[in-house]
């Protein structure tokens, strides 16, 4: 019974110690979908509580930026983007900025539908101003808005605590 116990209290000790703090972590920062500024703003974007909406955005398309508070000096591991859209509503591109120097351009995704496109980051990068641009359209036709309801970032977050040498 004693090396049962001696067993059950090694395996939990170890559990501890694997789960202290040590290593990595993510941390999720998440904007309002209604937070965007829009680049094109005779589109006539709609402000809800449950986000932004573009009822028939141009053919050419507008971009909607959001700019995500970034924790400094993190590594940013991946963007989230969750929507929704009609028959003809679609996103057409996603960019992601650090200020103002481009890191991420997707051109031509056709996004439709309800759904949280996720891009992830590799290698995770550091970041002091994450920006994301997202670039709606809308094929001819009725029911062709998009809804955005947030933008989130994943930040890796290292441990502060330094790691003995081995």
Known sequence: MKAMYNFYFAVFAAFLLGTSGRGMADEHICVHGHSAQSQTPHSAPIYYGWGITLEQPSHDGNWLHYSIPTP???SLKAIKVKFS?????????????????????????HLKGSETKVVPLTPEQPFTSVGVSIKVKADPGEDAHVLISSVCATFLIADPIPLPPK
């Open 72 to 74: 400094s000096g993190k």
């Open 85 to 109: 859209t009609g028959v003809n509503g679609f996103i057409d591109a996603i960019h992601i900025w650090d200020g103002d120097a481009p890191k991420v351009e997707l051109e031509h995704l």
